[in-house]
């Protein structure tokens, strides 16, 4: 069973159900929502509608069912870019040379899911009542409507979780005090809807009473993506050189590398009304992008430059047996552009289009208007390429290291905080930006807090030393952002 296609036959039902005149419509003449256009048309005169287009008239029946907007936001899920992801201990590089570390990152679920940023409880629940009792009469009695009604909770509970796995890479070279740095990274990344197995057991059990013998495509639920992820260019200066104290401070820059993998791109097509064939596709592009745009994993911050100040101090103590190790950085994104989905402000009072008499007579240029605005403003969201002030970023790392020839111990605490972002303007010569809802699809402000460790194993040569190591992170505690765990081994050469 597509799963695309079952929320586009709950969108068609949603539209045949509208009015009680449409309530009474018999459904022995459709296939599986396969309409008959002549029919339509026939009922439509019945029911005294002055549409000449059959799919308008059949669009304005869904104007009121739905409350109010279906969106409480249209926010995409955010993750650590992998610049930040180990924390930056673990990532330093003292002396020159270069280092590889495998990794695996997990965010089990992500905070984004069905419930936060959809409202079902605008939509109509006799509606909903009827369409399950339809679904469960064309499915041959197979499944119940009560069953059926179970699916709503369990869509609710549907969260989004992300993987991401590859090396991250660095290079370091010394000139006298001077140090210069680069990090990057391959990686391969994937977003998938997530639900428990004893839920998704559930509604597996539901789906298949409805369509027996066919399965879920699978396919629909996840997006991989994989290649370079952003660059980050440190230029240091070794200001303070002791013993048992050293000071590093200089400046960074953020490259968007990641752009060179291609990013989904989403088109400004609004739905299509002219006949029942356009419509119901329309009605599939709509939702194929809001999967990807909420399934996009992002190599990178976005496509963002940046800039930034660090600073970096370690501190001997108990001869060297052991030091502590601390790095301050904050760096500045500039705006780039992103396209985004964007609800439109509520204009139309719902109630009102349920008044007799106020549809009727309408132009069919109207009429397309009116089924425009309404789905702008209550059912889907638009797509616009938007200039994005994603803010600036906050990371603070604090660690202590034992030193036990040749292992070597760190242990530690990261803190990463991220500004909310502001979406400053959009390119479009029909819409301006103080007609959408332009907070609901800003990011907000992000922090999270991380515990960390690492054990390595160095062996000096002569001239060099090689460094193994294992090690990872879990995060205790979250805001805005979600709650996920790495490993990794490195491998690292220093001359």
Known sequence: MNFLRIVRNFFLALTLTATPCYASMDFDDFDELDFDLNAIQDFENDCLLTRTTPAQGLTLALLGQIKSPLWNNTQAPKGRDVLYLLPHKITAIEHGGFAASYFFNMTDKMQVSADSLLDTTSINPELIKFITDYVAQNAGNNVSSEELLTLLPLFQKMRIQERKTGFFLQGAFLHGPFTLQLHTSLQLSERNFFLSKKDELQALAVLEKVRPGQSVDNKEFFIIRYGMGDTRLKLGLNSLNMTSFKVDTGFE??????????????TEASLKVSDIDQLTESLLDQLRGIRDFLLNPQLGNGGHFGVGYYLESKVGIFRNLAHLWFRFSYDKLFPGQETRLLMFKQTIDPEKLNMPGYIIGLTDPEAAQLIQDYIDQFVFPTPFKSNVY?????????????????????????FYAQQRERIVSIKSSRTQLSDLRVKDAELPSTNQHKFFTEVCHIKKHKKSEITLGLGGDVTMYSINIGKDWTAYFKFAMSF
């Open 253 to 266: 820059a953020i490259l968007p590398t990641s752009l060179a993998v291609s990013n989904p791109r989403f």
């Open 390 to 414: 994603p803010g600036g970023i906050f990371n603070i790392v604090m660690s202590a290291v034992v030193n036990a020839k040749p292992w070597q111990v760190a242990f530690g605490y990261d």
